[in-house]
């Protein structure tokens, strides 16, 4: 095989199985940027091999091999003497060394791993966005609306505490996997969610993460109504992914997107899914995301006033899955269906909760809600505490165009809160 010929596979094998790769590497070290540097040198090692001897049969898994050989052999150097890098060293290889049919993916199985019902049921989600994901502290702290520093800490606690109680950790049967089903779950989401919520974000493709694990999940287990209503709840914010942004990269709100650029056969499937669900017979809180999704979704098709609806499921939400950002979502749903005095009304009584302070969406809907009401002044100011907080650029220029119509005394509703949980726009 020529070198040209070799670089080329090589590139169509980065194009289309990089991201993964590097997932399923960083499940192994639990660091993204060592599983990087291994991947790379394992494309290195390619070029040269692949055009002295050919092309392998399976080009992902010489590469996957390669690059955990790289990871394995930095591993030693380092020594680092963490026990708990260690256990999930030794449970990869468990993994490598199975039946490879059992789970079909392999930072799924740690999920299930670090799902012990041993550890906090608290710690279970932010220990596998660390440890098998790979997410750093401020994203985890993102997603949990806390600080970095705070979640850090929270995160070594937890570790500590794992090792002085010798909590073995081993991949559970399939008859043990429902008992760990929600803590997976919860990991999966926050992942979905801090992807959605850092849509322009370089490197990884968190959504695309979340959503293959999700599916796998609810392939693997599809008597798990909640897993199925994960997959939905994904499935009907992906589908709107093409028209969240204008043609020049501008943030587009729910109610002013194309609906013709949304992806009908990912919303088709949400629906059967949702439907599926349903008839389980066992309603839990993503499921009754999903139904908030397929809400939205009836609303601009067919021009339906379904807001008394959408108010009722946020009741059913708050009630299964009481949060600020829920509380915050609801608020904007009873301005809807009872004027925005009610939901500034709703909003006044969590100025206590110290999560919502750094929290974007919650002064972008108070914005909203107090230029629905005429009150120009404190709208503007609300949009420039919204404005300091938001990340994405886009998401800061549509804030900020909000703000000059609050300065020129509009009262326009169409701009919704981007970003809230729980109500992906």
């Known amino acids: 095989m020529s070198g040209d010929a070799a670089r080329t596979l090589a590139e169509t094998v980065a194009r289309r199985s990089y991201a993964r790769l590097i997932a399923l590497l960083a499940a192994r070290s639990r660091d993204v940027a060592a599983a990087e540097d291994a991947l790379a040198d394992a494309f290195a090692a390619a070029l040269a091999d692949w055009s002295d001897r050919g092309p392998p049969d399976n080009p992902e898994a010489w590469l996957m091999t390669a690059a955990k050989r790289k990871l394995t052999d930095a591993a030693r150097r380092r020594q680092t003497g963490d026990a708990f890098a260690d256990a999930f060293r030794a449970i990869a290889s468990e993994i490598d060394e199975s039946d490879p049919g059992a789970i079909p993916d392999q930072r799924l199985a740690l999920l299930f791993a670090v799902a012990h019902p041993a550890i906090d049921p608290e710690l279970h989600a932010p220990l596998m966005l660390q440890v098998v994901l790979g997410l750093d502290a401020k994203r985890i702290a993102s997603a949990f609306l806390t600080s970095p520093a705070a979640m850090a800490k929270r995160l070594v606690r937890a570790k500590t505490k794992i090792r002085e109680a010798g909590i073995p950790f081993s991949i559970p049967d399939r008859a043990m996997m429902p008992e760990r089903i929600d803590a997976v779950l919860a990991a999966v989401y926050a992942t979905f969610s801090e992807g959605w919520s850092d849509l322009d974000a370089e490197g990884r493709d968190l959504t695309a993460e979340a959503l293959f ?213």
């Open 213 to 425: 694990l999700a599916r796998t999940v609810a392939e693997l287990l599809p008597g798990e109504a909640e897993a199925l209503g994960l997959l939905a709840l994904f499935l009907y914010a992906e589908a709107r992914r093409p028209a969240r942004r204008s043609p020049t990269g501008g943030y587009v709100p729910l109610s002013q997107q194309e609906t013709a650029l949304w992806d009908q056969a990912a919303i088709a499937e949400a629906e059967a899914l949702l439907r599926r669900a349903a008839k389980l017979g066992r309603v839990g809180r993503y499921q009754v995301e999903a139904a908030l999704q397929s809400a939205h979704v009836d609303r601009r098709r067919s021009g339906r006033d379904n807001a008394l609806d959408v108010l009722r499921l946020y009741d059913v939400l708050l009630a299964l899955a009481p949060s600020p950002v829920v509380a915050v979502n609801r608020a904007l749903a009873l301005a809807d269906v009872a004027g925005p005095p009610a939901g500034l009304e709703a909003l006044a009584a969590l100025s206590g909760e110290a999560r919502l302070e750094d929290y974007q969406p919650f002064h972008a809907v108070r914005a909203e809600l107090l230029m629905r009401a005429g009150d120009r002044a404190a709208a503007a100011s609300a949009f420039d505490r919204a404005i300091g907080l938001a990340t994405d650029p886009a998401v800061r220029a549509f804030l900020l165009q909000r703000r000059h119509l609050a300065d020129d005394g509009s009262r326009r509703t169409e701009g919704l809160s981007p970003n809230a949980a729980g109500d992906p726009r």
